[in-house]
């Protein structure tokens, strides 16, 4: 492909969806560049519940975070998933459509113009192509937590439907490489370049390509129209802090000179937190033992159920109102799979719409660098009262009676922590991301929003966001769906604004 139309940075869930449709309705040329990996074994790739084994892998960022001091001063690390797929190579796979909520903020932030009706149109053709699936089994632990949460008030109990096909990881390769039939078409339209993009290249004040790191050195690639980053909310606004837009104070601390002023890039930074309270089983039906069992392998290789297809988070859903999201796992949420024992179960519960909001800012000018992660979870008082009450929530459900012969002892917090201070200082030290930053570009209706609702970085040219990075504040459920949603219409948008 000699000048491709566009050029998208980052072939991840947003990524592989953008250029699908760029290339299959809007006839575009797109060179896709992405970042080189070390692939995992292909089982683990394939496994759903293999999926907490590619964290750390060659196929994951590991990003850390500082120290937060409101989590025992704790540094998360915070996974993202790199090569084609993104994120969604390595994650649970849960397929949330947006709420109601999301659609409004959505709508907010655009003027309308990314409307409900837009939005749910574009889930719906991306749930034609990807077609996300209901389990094929579930452990006791989900299904004890099911009959225990039929009958609860204010509550939205759910299994989920996940990314999977047949009980095996849905691999976004798929939407890039060509179908039979137009096997041809598609090979001219997509090209995927394997390297680091460092920064933009600007002629006569557009953006018209990107400087990168190939394993043959350094290489330039040009386009037509433009830059479409889709780099994730960690990626994104990284790469466009190391090509001068950003905080011109902060740029200047790593010698790079300011091209466009946007104090909003890398702010916004939001994510779920995720405390998860941990019971020991009574039970003996059913252990659940997603690893080296060979019957359970041939069960998954020949039906794509039992243990091993299960996604580890098969089920939870909404509660009080929504402003709680619970997922029950057949593990010890903490220490799984370093030891891979079956005595344990997990019903975890994380605030839906945390106010707490941290931020991102360049460690060096060097892409290899991570950057600095400042998580600040836990900084609004309300978000730890709500926490305090999704744990006494989780409690109460596993007090009732459904649960008896299926716990025998509550080991985090731990049964003697019963004040709501001993929670707090629980929640400190237990709590976990449950891997959503998202909101580092936000799109919004003001001049400073970084994102209009055209997809374009306000005061440029040819150059768009289209990922996480994008959405203004947090979905209220898991984020994937709603990140597909939103590239599918920007496929449209960009077509239109090029
Ligand atoms: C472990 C884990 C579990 C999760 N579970 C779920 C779940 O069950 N359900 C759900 O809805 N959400 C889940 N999520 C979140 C969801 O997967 C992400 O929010 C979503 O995939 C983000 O999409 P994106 O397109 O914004 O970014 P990504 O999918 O992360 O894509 C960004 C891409 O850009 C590439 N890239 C970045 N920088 C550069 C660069 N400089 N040069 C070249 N390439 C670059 C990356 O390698 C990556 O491929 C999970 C995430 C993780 C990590």
Known sequence: MNQPDFIVVGAGSAGCVLTRRLAEEFNATVVVVEAPSTPAPIGDRQRPAHWIKLLKSGEDWDFPTEPTPSLAKRRLRWPRGRGIGGSSRINAMIWFPPTSRDLNRLADASGNHWSSDRILTALKSVESLLQPEEPRWLSEPSRTFLRAAQSLQNAKPMVYQRLNRRGQRTSLQSLLRPNR???????????????????????NEKVNGVELLTENGRAELVSRYGVILASGAIGTPTLLMRSGIGCRNALKEHGIGLRIEHLSVGKNLRDHLIMPVIYQRTSDADRFSPFGDLRHLVQWQTLGS????????ECGGLFLNDAIQIHVTPTHYLTFPKEDSSAWMTIGANVTQPQSCGHLQLRSADPSEPPVITTNYLDQQQDLERSIQGVEYVRELA????????????????????????????????????YHP???????????????????????????????????????????????????????EITESR
């Not at 039939?181 to 339209?189: I, P």
């Not at 039992?306 to 988070?313: H, I, K, Q, V």
Request: glycine share 8%; with cysteine.
């Open 399 to 434: 007090n009732s009676g459904v649960f008896r012969d299926v716990i025998s002892a509550e080991i985090v917090p731990g049964a003697k922590r019963i004040t709501r201070e001993a929670i707090a200082r629980s929640v400190e030290r237990y709590s976990q991301t449950l």
């Open 438 to 492: 998202i909101g580092t570009c936000a799109a919004g209706n003001h001049p400073e929003d970084a994102v209009d609702h055209r997809f374009r970085l306000r005061n440029s040219s040819g150059l768009w966001i289209v990922d996480g990075s994008v959405f203004p504040g947090i979905t209220v459920g898991n984020p994937n769906a709603t990140i597909m949603s939103l590239a599918w219409m920007a496929a449209e």
């Open 181 to 203: 039939e137009k096997a041809r078409s598609w090979e001219d339209r997509i090209q995927v370049v394997r390297g680091m993009a460092d920064r933009l290249i600007w002629t």
């Open 306 to 313: 039992g243990p091993l297809s299960s996604n580890l988070a």
